[in-house]
């Protein structure tokens, strides 16, 4: 491996690792494990998802009730402030993180390539790598 690509490979972690969309990811997920509430809320989810992958590993379909629990959870979840801090902090990191890939992506296929998507870099090339035009 090249000295000078794992030097920058560091420098980049380091950049992630102090930004502020890490930052506020970290900090909205303190602030909800503190919440009993959005403690409760979170386990409520993760034990339906789990019967849920159960049920599809033995192949059966969920039903209304369990398409019905779902949506329930699933407005909890939305509806509660610090669950909804903390997705959005995370979401804004994931897309931290899918924009450094796709620059990565980019420099690898070349210009001419756009991003390796599949398509030249634009609006049909989703949201995120449509900024490379």
Do not use: W
């Amino acid at each position: 491996m090249s000295a000078e690509i794992m030097e920058k490979a560091n420098e980049l972690a380091e950049a992630i690792a102090g930004s502020k969309e890490l930052a506020e990811m970290r900090d909205a997920e303190l602030t909800m494990n503190a919440d009993p509430t959005a403690v409760n809320i979170i386990e409520e989810f993760r034990d339906k998802q789990k019967a849920v992958y159960e049920k599809q590993m033995r192949g059966e379909e969920l039903d209304e009730q369990d398409k019905k629990d779902i949506e329930t959870i699933e407005g909890k979840m939305s509806g509660h402030p610090a669950i909804r801090s903390y997705l959005e902090a995370s979401e804004k990191f994931e897309h931290l993180i899918r924009s450094v890939n796709l620059v990565i992506a980019r420099a690898i296929a070349g210009p001419e390539e756009g991003c390796g998507c599949g398509t030249v870099c634009g609006p049909d090339c989703g949201a995120d790598c449509g900024t490379f035009n």
